[in-house]
């Protein structure tokens, strides 16, 4: 399941923190200003009538143990309220208490069996590696029908003992920047698989579990959950969940796909868009990543917001997706700028791209290619565990960067 890390920034220079607000204040302002953007009755009503509104406005302020107080008794006097265990799971999971989330969730599910979307998010709380021998295809690491484990497996075995161990710190004073890290793939999903059998679903992962350690390590304030700490499937959907469940101020994919062009290298860091037809080295690696990346269906709606249904919550979407892109390129060039072309030789770029993992949350998103395990250069760096350390470490420092702004 999900772990978290949390203390505070280290002094030092770094750029002005930015005047625009952040995803929670946003979120918590366009609720009060629902009712002058919809000509309808209801857009007074529910913002002055529904406790769960008021605890969904809790939530997106920041306000986790007021939220957690008010829908315990609004579940303890009408223990059938699907809704009101449902916010209770997602104030659980962003105060770090996921056993809690997840018998809320649960009891939820008991409720309305069929709420699929729930299930999702119960599972991810609930999340375990896959079972030795299932959920893979023959290849590199397979003995005798017996799965073994790889190297990289190992290695972010160990990188994901280090951060749990070193959870459970925890930052006095409110308002810490909340990161979720999204290893690419996993599970039977290898993703990309380079021409000596590196799978990108492994490397993603391992430099995922070190940056969240490193990032831990600094003492940053900084609030990491990751998406996935083993080698599980993830849907696209639930990728998008973990961003909604633990509230995230900045969503960051990590992939290292195979394209078609081996020629293209280097870190890329994408955003949600379209950009215009030209044959530019970013644009032709954020073409090539499309067609690599976007296999899964793109079914997916963000978590609705209690008490918003029909024409409310279209305006609250449609008004948070200005915002958001806006400060997902911001975050982007944030990255860009403080890693450079890290341990790789060749120059990556940051541009638009239209991926289904960006598009399946309403939190700023980038998308980060940590090279390309089509290319045989940037191959031979995301197999060797040193120049991986170096990338995690770079990454974690621009992650740091981009949480102070």
């Not at 997840?102 to 998010?121: E, H, K, Q, S, V």
């Not at 870190?267 to 530019?280: E, M, R, Y």
């Not at 948070?320 to 997902?328: L, M, P």
Request: charged share 20%; net charge positive.
């Amino acid at each position: 399941m999900p772990v978290t890390g949390n203390a505070k920034f280290p002094g030092g220079k770094g750029r002005p923190r930015s005047s625009g607000l952040s995803r929670r204040q946003a979120l918590a302002c366009l609720a009060v200003m629902g009712a002058s953007w919809v000509v309808s009755p209801l857009s007074n009503v529910f913002a002055d009538q529904d406790p769960l509104v008021l605890a969904q406005n809790l939530l997106n302020a920041g306000k986790i143990e007021e939220a957690v107080t008010g829908l315990s008794r609004i579940v303890a006097a009408d223990p059938r309220n699907e809704r009101a265990f449902i916010l209770l799971g997602r104030a659980y999971a962003r105060s770090e208490r996921p056993a809690q989330a997840l018998a809320a969730f649960r009891t939820a599910l008991r409720i309305n069996p069929g709420d699929t979307y729930t299930r999702m998010l119960a599972d991810i709380l609930a999340q375990k590696p896959l079972p030795e021998g299932q959920g893979g295809q023959s290849g590199p690491g397979r003995r005798g029908g017996r799965r073994a484990e790889s190297r990289l497996e190992k290695r972010a075995i160990a990188e994901r003992e280090a951060f749990m161990a070193g959870n459970g710190t925890h930052r006095a004073g409110g308002g810490p920047f909340r990161l979720v890290l999204d290893a690419g793939h996993g599970g039977p999903d290898g993703g990309g698989i380079g021409d000596t059998g590196l799978k990108e679903k492994d490397v993603v992962l391992e430099v995922a579990l070190e940056t969240a350690r490193q990032i831990q390590a600094q003492g940053t304030g900084v609030i990491v959950s990751l998406t996935r700490l083993s080698d599980i499937p993830l849907s696209v959907a639930a990728r998008g969940a973990c961003a909604d469940l633990y509230g995230a101020d900045l969503f960051v994919s990590l992939h290292a796909p195979r394209v078609d062009d081996p020629g293209i290298s280097g870190l890329h860091f994408f955003t949600s868009g379209t950009g215009d037809a030209d044959a530019s080295r970013v644009a032709k690696a954020a073409r090539e990543t499309e067609v690599f990346e976007n296999r899964v269906s793109r079914d997916i709606q963000g978590f609705p917001l209690a008490g918003r249904t029909g024409i409310e919550q279209g305006l609250v979407r449609a008004a948070v997706s200005g915002w958001q892109r806006e400060n997902s390129r911001r975050y982007a060039r944030i990255l860009h700028e403080t890693m450079g072309r890290g341990p790789f030789s060749a120059e990556g770029g940051i541009g638009p791209a239209d991926l289904s993992v960006l598009t399946s949350v309403t939190a700023p998103s980038v998308c980060i290619a940590l090279g390309f395990v089509s290319n045989k250069k940037d191959e031979a760096v995301l197999a060797d565990a040193a120049r991986c350390t170096e990338l995690a470490g770079a990454l974690a420092v621009a992650l740091c960067e981009a949480g102070r702004n």
